[in-house]
Structures are given as structure tokens and as C-alpha cells.
């Protein structure tokens, strides 16, 4: 099946600080990636959809201008949490629908994050 | 508006035993596709299977078996002799056209899984 890297696997970082988290397609195009936010015990919520060349679509309640969204190739989407706190700690994870077959999303590895 | 139910929040099972994992699916699109992954306590998602709505065929992988059932919009997951190393959550997820296309994922709640030796 297709690949999808993200990175940082986990990451520590100090409250008021950015932190970016990359999601790439290793060996197809993807033209949509998806994030979502897993809080510890509960399911997968999306936070967004990206698509190549264009914004980022939020889902409700998901503030654009503290996880902002880039997706400026067809094999690299980027999450910046910025500012973030404590509650931002969550495990974020990607996934990215080829075009061939667009009707399924390979997921990330997914990246721990922990603000203190 | 698209909705998975995990009723169960968590099982625990004896080695050997057989257990099923239910799902119950909401949706108005005509096509649409159902999955289940796993999760391990590392966090990664592991895909197990997708079935599309037209496809009602049960299928079986090994001690894995699904039933898919359109008329009770169901798609049940069972371990047949479950393994120590089957404990994880098990998320039961559906996928259909948004309107763009795009094909967004729903996830069940997860029913999280313990087999004990």
C-alpha cells in the first residue's frame, strides 16, 4: 500500500511556542490530506481538510489561526500548532487519499505532542 | 450527516475465545465505504479491511472474519481463537462522497479490546 511518513513521532515543547508537524506522501501524489486529533481514550476527530494549492477547509469548532494548515506540494502537508498550551497536547495524526484510489486515506504514524 | 456507533466501550475476552466487535453505521450516501483499523498502544493506525456498499460479501482473513449487513447498517468485526497480541482499539469507520469528493472519514468511539492470558 502507499505510504505516508509524519514526523515528528513525539514531541515536547514549552507553553507559547510552535510547533510544526509534517505529514509527506512517499511514493504517490496526494492531492487531499486530512488531519485529525485524538485526545487520550477517544476517537479520531478531524480537525481539516487539506488540498494542494488551496486553504485548508477547518471543521467546526477548530480555530484556523492556532493549527494552521499548508499544504504546498503534492507530497508534503504541514500542521502548526502555534501558541500552543497544555491542552493543545493531543496525538495528531495525517492521512493522505491517492488519486488512483481516492476512496481510501493511508494514515501517518501519528506524532505525540505534550506542552508544558 | 454521516455517524459510526461503537456500543461497546470495552471488552475483555480469555485467550482462544472468540470475540465480536459491532458496528452500526448512518449515512444518506448511496456509495460509501466502511473500515476498520486497529490501534496499538504505539498509536499507529492499522488497516484491516475496507468493504463498499455494494459489496455485501462477508469476508474472512485468517482468524478475521466481517459481516456486513445493509439492511441492519452493520458491519461486524470478529477474532476467531483471540491472541494476547489482538488487545488494542478497534475503530469501526465509514466514508462516503462529502460533496467535494473528498471522501472524509468517520470514526466510531473505538471499542478497546483485552485479551488476557
Known amino acids: 500500500g502507499a505510504v505516508v511518513s509524519q514526523h515528528p513521532s513525539w514531541v515536547i515543547c514549552k507553553s507559547g511556542t510552535s510547533v510544526k508537524i509534517e505529514c509527506r506522501s512517499l511514493?504517490?501524489?496526494?492531492?487531499?490530506m486530512f488531519w485529525y486529533r485524538q485526545f487520550p481514550k477517544q476517537s479520531l476527530m478531524l480537525m481539516a481538510t487539506?488540498?494542494?494549492?488551496?486553504?485548508?477547509?477547518?471543521e467546526q469548532g477548530v480555530e484556523k489561526d492556532k493549527f494552521l494548515i499548508n499544504h504546498a506540494s503534492l507530497t508534503l502537508s504541514t500542521l502548526t500548532v502555534t501558541s500552543a498550551h497544555p491542552e493543545d497536547s493531543s496525538f495528531y495524526i495525517c492521512?493522505?487519499?491517492?488519486?488512483?484510489?481516492?476512496?481510501?486515506?493511508?494514515f501517518g504514524q501519528g506524532t505525540r505532542l505534550t506542552v508544558v | 450527516a454521516q455517524k459510526v456507533t461503537q456500543a461497546q466501550t470495552e471488552i475483555s475476552v480469555v485467550e482462544k475465545e472468540d470475540v465480536t466487535l459491532d458496528c452500526v453505521y448512518e449515512?444518506?450516501?448511496?456509495?460509501?465505504?466502511l473500515f476498520w483499523y486497529k490501534q496499538p498502544p504505539s498509536g499507529e493506525l492499522v488497516f484491516l479491511i475496507r468493504r463498499n456498499s455494494f459489496d455485501e460479501q462477508n469476508e474472512i482473513s485468517g482468524r478475521y472474519s466481517w459481516n456486513f449487513q445493509k439492511s441492519t447498517s452493520s458491519f461486524n468485526f470478529t477474532i476467531t481463537a483471540s491472541q494476547v497480541v489482538d488487545s488494542a482499539v478497534y475503530f469501526c469507520a465509514l466514508s462516503g462522497d462529502s460533496g467535494a469528493g473528498s471522501y472524509q472519514l468517520t470514526f466510531g468511539k473505538g471499542t478497546k479490546l483485552s485479551v488476557i492470558p
Open positions: 511514493d504517490f501524489q496526494a492531492t487531499t
Open positions: 487539506s488540498n494542494e494549492g488551496s486553504k485548508a477547509t477547518y
Open positions: 492521512s493522505a487519499l491517492t488519486p488512483y484510489l481516492n476512496t481510501e486515506a493511508f
Open positions: 449515512t444518506r450516501d448511496t456509495t460509501y465505504y
